[in-house]
T-cell receptor, first 109, second 116 residues
């Protein structure tokens, strides 16, 4: 079955810097790759997603890139702000949605 | 706004007790899911359901069962709670439409279960 590996597990950046979180997946049939953000004490919420027919997608300060050949995808956050501090989960779907282990992002003012 | 409501935010149970976690969604979604969240392990799928009275095992179903008698309600049952089931449990629902089998997952706020 699908396996999703996410790195790093923790990430600390200064406000204004960029943050990158990377995920790899094992099932080449996976074709949908969402990213969820979970603020402390709150529920996970979808922030961006990408499908296998697209290599990159942007939404304001966040972007996701997908390399199907290498089976990895990444979340890029530019001009980070303290409110970006949260746990971020990647996921891959090829029938079932499988989540990565999560990355705790801390943005220091 | 989609609302997914989990009946209990915090529960403390004793080993061997039967535990019910209830989840209700108000958007007529067909698909409902139960995940378990543990630090360093992400969200792991316990059970899911694509229709009333239908259920499928996820990746970690051992020690759990589910019930979906009505479309809006999906219950997770721990028949005999054990200490290794201490965790945060998240319910989610989605209406797949034509985008993917899952579409956007809408999560409840979670139920933190402690088994002593």
């Amino acid at each position: 079955g699908e396996n999703v590996e996410q790195h790093p597990s923790t990430l600390s950046v200064q406000e204004g810097d960029s943050a990158v979180i990377k995920c790899t997946y094992s099932d080449s049939a996976s074709n949908y790759f969402p990213w969820y953000k979970q603020e402390l004490g709150k529920r996970p919420q979808l922030i961006i997603d990408i499908r296998s027919n697209v290599g990159e997608k942007k939404d304001q300060r966040i972007a996701v890139t997908l390399n199907k050949t290498a089976k990895h995808f990444s979340l890029h956050i530019t001009e980070t702000q303290p409110e970006d501090s949260a746990v971020y989960f990647c996921a891959a779907e090829g029938g079932k949605l499988i989540f990565g282990q999560g990355t705790e992002l801390s943005v220091k003012p | 706004d989609v609302k997914v409501t989990q009946s209990s935010r915090y529960l403390v149970k004793r080993t061997g007790e039967k535990v019910f976690l209830e989840c209700v969604q108000d958007m007529d979604h067909e698909n409902m899911f139960w995940y378990r969240q543990d630090p360093g392990l992400g969200l792991r799928l316990i059970y899911f359901s694509y229709d009333v009275k239908m259920k499928e095992k996820g990746d970690i179903p051992e020690g759990y069962s589910v019930s979906r008698e009505k479309k809006e309600r999906f219950s997770l049952i721990l028949e005999s709670a054990s200490t290794n089931q201490t965790s945060m449990y998240l319910c989610a629902s989605t209406d797949p439409g034509t985008r993917s089998p899952h579409g956007e997952l809408f999560f409840g706020e979670g139920s933190r279960l402690t088994v002593l």
